[in-house]
């Protein structure tokens, strides 16, 4: 390797995004002597190295999901109604600030930021306008939500229940994976015990009453949008999972009840190689910890299914129209790696919510990759390649040290506690942005190549008068609603937190007498407490 450098004078240039040394040629012995090693096999065979279905996109393409929500449920029911008329295959919701600290929006900290990040949901009001004319046992819908997840994803039930649609019959997920909150995106609100049994509780009402949901999509994308490695997207995220199939277990339910419903979600940056190379890793490591640590004995139990979205952070505000090459490009891994559901970003959202051009984009680029490129024609097509095996390898070797390190703190929330992950997470983003200002690590149209000029960008504003109509519905709603039918749902709430009752089933009466997301949550923090994050530098 040390010749090139000399010849071309980028010393950095063989070093992934992460920071993994590439060497100049792969052969056969690079991808070999690794004691975990198993025989690659084929797609839909255990360890599911090259795919968990022998057919893959042959038989069934990737569900195409745009993230999409913002101002009020009108608005963001008419953003849904565009992207299925453009060929979309699942709905993916995006909720406001308010709604992911489970905030009403008349909520003083509200103030300001109702409908700015994602759609505002403050009552089953809202949930219904938002699935207005949107038929909910066809549609799957993810959500992104954690802290209240419970809350949202019973209005979500509800919902279906009005439209006659049966909980059985409703697939999706919701994200619902507080840990990675603790560890990177930050929207927690009770202390991580008692998220834990929330959690818990959805596990055991879907295995019971809503088999082809999702209760979990647990989160790598935004502890890599926080700034981690891949190895610690890959390493962080499945030793949550492995956190929260113990909180199950612990939680007196039987692992192959709820496992098969455990969904997952990775990032898919820049290092084309190094991310379709993880998502392999993070299949081969999970089967065989559901497998051989927990016991799972259904094959659907050691099936890692994800959902991939290209990385936000790699997006940039200079020369925008390069996103849609990037976006193409860590799209094109998520598909040669296997993703069961992919959102790609749009060119703009460096600047603002993305506009109905730049999303149309974003979809377009799907489906010529779906149609187009002939890379869904045969599964795994990388399969075998050496340098695309020894990555893998090493992923996974890298993942099972962060194990070890993790188990000898006392697991993932003990970790959380002494600000392991925190720490591991900052340090990695300190030196990316190192090796970006110092020209090391390239970004084309910023630190090279940022000579000429981009066409204006149409940008979406969200104006002030989405905060007034919503701030109007819920004062309607509010009125209009049985007060003691609400109160009675509240206390029966109150008593089952602080008993040991699965929560599921008191918040939906507290839905369906119109009880707001935020007097929801005020019952939940009055019985469990908020969380404070001590200072871990």
């Known amino acids: 390797m040390s010749e090139d450098p000399g010849k071309t004078g980028r010393r950095d240039a063989f070093i992934t995004v992460s920071g993994q040394a590439i060497e100049r040629l792969y052969g056969p012995a690079d991808t070999a002597g690794l004691e975990y090693q198993r025989d690659l096999g084929d797609p839909g065979d255990f360890p599911y190295t090259r795919g968990i279905q022998p057919s893959m996109y042959r038989g069934r393409l990737w569900t195409m999901r745009q993230f999409a929500g913002f101002g009020t449920a009108e608005e963001s029911n008419a953003r849904y109604r565009f992207l299925l008329e453009q060929g979309q295959t699942g709905l993916s919701v995006a909720f406001d600030f308010p709604t992911l600290l489970g905030y009403d929006s008349d909520h003083p900290r509200s103030e300001g930021e109702v409908g700015k990040l994602g759609v505002a949901i403050d009552t089953l009001a809202d949930m219904e306008i938002l699935f207005d004319g949107i038929p909910l046992d066809r549609v799957s819908t993810s959500m992104t939500i954690n802290a209240p997840a419970a809350v949202l994803w019973a209005m979500y039930v509800v919902v279906a229940e009005k439209q006659g649609v049966s909980r059985t019959q409703i697939t999706g997920t919701i994200q619902n994976d507080i840990l990675k909150e603790y560890m990177a995106q930050k929207t927690f609100v009770f202390p991580p015990r008692p998220s834990m049994r929330l959690v818990t509780d959805t596990f055991a009402f879907g295995a019971r009453e809503a088999p082809r949901w999702n209760t979990i999509s647990i989160s790598g994308y935004h502890i890599r949008e926080a700034g981690a490695t891949a190895a610690q997207e890959l390493a962080f995220t499945l030793a949550s999972g492995r956190e929260y199939v113990r909180a199950g277990i ?21 290092d084309f190689f190094e991310e379709l190379a993880k998502f392999r890793a993070a299949r081969r490591i999970w089967a065989r910890e559901m497998r051989d640590r927990f016991g799972a004995t259904s094959p659907r139990s050691w099936m890692l299914r994800f959902h991939t979205q290209t990385a936000g952070c790699s997006l940039t505000a200079q020369q925008p129209e390069n996103n849609i090459v990037r976006t193409a490009l860590q799209a094109l891994a998520a598909v040669l790696g296997g993703t069961q559901s992919l959102h790609t ?21 799907q489906q010529m990759i779906a149609e187009e490129s002939g890379v869904a024609n045969t599964v795994d097509p990388l399969g075998g390649s050496y340098f695309v095996e020894a990555l893998t390898n090493q992923l996974e070797e890298q993942a ?4 070890d390190r ?50 204006p960008v149409k940008l979406l504003r969200v104006g002030p008068e989405s905060q007034r109509r919503q701030l109007d519905r819920l004062a309607r709603t509010k009125r209009e609603r049985d007060r003691r039918a609400v109160a009675d749902a509240l206390d029966r709430l109150r008593a089952a937190a602080g008993g040991g009752d699965n929560l599921m089933y008191p918040i939906l009466d507290a839905v369906r007498a119109y009880a707001s997301l935020g007097e929801i949550m005020a019952v939940l923090r009055e019985e469990f407490g908020e969380y404070r994050e001590e200072a871990i530098f």
């Open 400 to 403: 099972y040290a962060y194990f």
């Open 345 to 365: 970003n749009s060119m703009d959202e460096a600047l603002a919510l993305p506009s109905e051009e730049a999303v149309r984009i974003a979809l377009r680029t």
């Open 406 to 455: 993790i188990d000898r703190l006392g697991g993932v929330v003990a970790a959380i506690e002494k600000g392991f992950f925190q720490r591991e997470i900052a340090d990695s983003a300190y030196r990316y942005q190192r090796r970006v200002e110092s020209g090391e690590l390239v970004v084309v149209g910023v630190n090279r190549y940022a000579g000429g000029q981009s066409s």
């Open 250 to 270: 612990e939680a007196g339910l039987q692992v192959d009840d709820f496992a098969p419903r455990l969904s997952f979600f990775f990032n898919s940056h820049v």
